[in-house]
């Protein structure tokens, strides 16, 4: 299969959605990674998409939409929902609610769980591309199964070119980590809101809106806890994390003001931090070293999502 690199205007646009309602599938940028997009009420579209990523069938894939009045159609909506999506989408936040009956979504989507993961993102080129195709995408991140998430269209052709009918390349991605994703009961019910992947969107934020602490979700069934298998987010180098000093054989990702092969950020910032990670672990990993160790990060704000990340990267491989 040829894969199409299409450019962010009306051509590339028109040619993407004409693809996602073919039942093919795009990548397409968004403010958090670029997405792997398919047609999420079409089965064998959204099979392609565990095809082309060679992904675990029991993960189940975000829905992205282009409005809140969208995903009101789709999942039970509560007044916590409400303020959320008032505060954050479009952006970062994708939530977790009781899926509707008769959607007409491929159950393929939700691995059959009675819930839906949904979110309304912000970058104009996915908004775009939603409006124009007018229906659902499911979009997991746009690289293979286990591999690190794309920030940039090459990253995207890098693992997925001749398995998918077309790339739209937005450029770089501004939050660089995936969504924060936030498990909330349906309306009438009191149950806790948890959070089940810290993401692009701070916790701190999601509490201070909803004026109540999360539940944190920790391991367990990979079925109530998607996105927590270990070895979720691994480069082909081994990983050592907490790295003050450089050993043989090692390159350093660095964080703060230290000598290093790539700096996440040489200032300290962990939006920065955050921005630069899946890039400069694709760049260290393209260098072939034995081991990438990495500089301390401190775990609050966005430091939190970034040390999950490599945790992940870092757990051994099955
Ligand atoms: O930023 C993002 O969220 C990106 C962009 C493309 O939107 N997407 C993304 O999708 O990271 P993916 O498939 O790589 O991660 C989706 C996570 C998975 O860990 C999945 O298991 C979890 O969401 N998930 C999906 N549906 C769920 C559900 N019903 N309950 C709990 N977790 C769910
Ligand atoms: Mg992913």
Not at 68 to 85: C, G, N, Q
Not at 169 to 181: K, N, P, R, Y
Not at 244 to 254: P, S
Request: hydrophobic content about 45%.
């Amino acid at each position: 299969m040829q894969t199409h690199i299409l450019s962010p205007d009306r051509t590339g646009l028109a040619r993407a959605a004409a693809f996602l309602a073919e039942g093919q599938l795009v990548a397409f940028p968004t403010e958090t990674v670029y997405g792997l997009g398919g047609d999420a009420r079409n089965d064998l579209a959204v099979a392609r998409i565990f095809e082309a990523k060679g992904r675990p069938r029991f993960n189940p894939l975000i829905v992205h939409v282009a409005s809140v009045e969208i995903a009101k159609t789709y999942v039970e909506w509560s007044d916590e929902a409400d303020r959320l999506a008032s505060a954050f989408w479009p952006g970062p936040l994708t939530l977790v609610l009781p899926l509707k009956p008769g959607t007409g979504l491929s159950p393929l989507v939700t691995a059959d769980l009675p819930t839906l993961a949904i979110r309304v993102p912000e970058h104009p080129v996915a908004r775009a591309l939603l409006e124009g195709f007018g229906g659902p995408v499911a979009a997991p991140s746009a690289n293979p199964s286990g591999r690190i998430s794309p920030t940039r269209a090459a990253h995207v052709a890098t693992g997925l070119s001749g398995r998918i009918a077309g790339i739209v390349d937005g450029g770089e991605c501004d939050v660089g980590l995936e969504s924060t994703i936030l498990g909330l009961s349906g309306s009438g019910q009191s149950g806790p809101a948890t959070l089940l992947r810290p993401g692009g969107l701070p916790s701190e934020a999601i509490e201070a809106a909803l004026g109540r602490e999360l539940t944190i979700h920790k391991g367990g069934d990979p079925l109530t806890a998607p996105g927590q298998m270990s070895s979720h987010y691994a480069p082909g180098a081994a990983m050592r994390l907490g790295a003050t000093e450089l050993r043989e054989g090692e390159l350093l990702l660095g964080f703060g003001p230290v000598d290093a092969a790539m700096n996440l950020s040489p200032a300290g910032d962990l939006t920065e931090a955050a921005a630069n990670l899946f890039g400069h672990l694709h760049a260290l990993d393209a260098m072939a070293p034995a081991v990438i160790a990495v500089s301390p990060i401190p775990d609050h704000g966005l430091g939190r999502a970034i040390n999950d990340r490599l945790r992940r990267a870092a757990a051994p491989r099955p």
